[in-house]
């Protein structure tokens, strides 16, 4: 399920973010504190705070999750990643 949440910044790179999509129950409309996402602009693993800002996690905000939620979380962010060199080695050879 996709959350809508205010525009913000990415911590990591900068980019413009406004929705957020569960990997557990999917079933919570509005991320709670310590939620974990992925930038779909560089790939990075972000958390939210309480009032769904986005910040770089701490190491508590992994002890919340099973391990293959971590492990989904993990290969969400690698696709991200991998998409986005792809996209880029396609405009270089243009
Ligand atoms: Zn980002």
Known sequence: MRAKIPVQSCPCCSGKVNTAKAIT?????TPLDGDLCVCLHCGEVL?????????KPKDSDYNRFELIDLMRLSLHSLDVKAKLKQARDASRLQ
């Open 25 to 29: 129950d999917g079933t919570n409309n």
């Open 47 to 55: 958390a939210f705070n309480a009032d769904t800002s986005l910040r």
